[in-house]
């Protein structure tokens, strides 16, 4: 039993310990998003949606939850931000070819239709982020609508 209290014990000082490291945090400036919107055009209940459901991990700008400030917890949501950002980044859009941004609007079209996004995990403690069918079906017009201008513009040699 002795053993035990000293691994409870060990194990507790691991974790106080562990409160005063964590990972960078994700707090770009939302201005980042503004080429993303003015190319996209979304209309307003769609910005809403993204607003609610896809800035914290598609964007330079997440807005942190109290119990971010666990560890480990933190380490969790950083490396979800830094997957998300990897596979669609709103405030990196400027520099995409036309081919890519099609790309990701066909994937964004994919995962919302297929209800894989947002994950299920985020709207977990993100009840606003859970769509509707009328909201997932406006997101996936506006979407194809989006690529329906890709497909219109010329594409380089």
Not at 16 to 41: D, H, M, R, Y
Not at 46 to 57: G, N, P, R, S
Not at 111 to 135: C, F, G, I, N, R
Request: glycine share 2%; proline share 6%; charged share 30%.
């Amino acid at each position: 039993m002795k053993i035990i209290k000293r691994i409870l014990w060990a194990l507790l000082i691991v974790f106080i310990v562990a409160q005063f490291f964590g990972p960078e945090k994700n707090e770009g400036e939302l201005a980042s998003i503004q080429p993303f919107l003015a190319e996209t055009n979304p209309p307003e209940d769609v910005k809403i949606i993204l607003e609610e459901t896809c800035y914290d991990c598609h964007s330079d700008h997440t807005r942190y939850p109290w119990y971010n400030k666990i560890t480990p917890v933190n380490y969790w949501l950083a490396e979800h931000v830094e997957d998300g950002k990897k596979h669609f980044n709103l405030s990196n859009w400027e520099g995409s070819s036309v081919k890519r941004k099609d790309h990701k609007f066909d994937e964004l079209i994919e995962m919302v239709e297929d209800k894989e996004m947002p994950l299920e995990s985020y709207t977990w403690t993100h009840s606003e982020a859970k769509l509707s069918d009328a909201q997932i079906k406006s997101v996936i017009d506006w979407a194809k609508q989006v690529r329906i201008k890709y497909a219109l513009l010329p594409k380089p040699e």
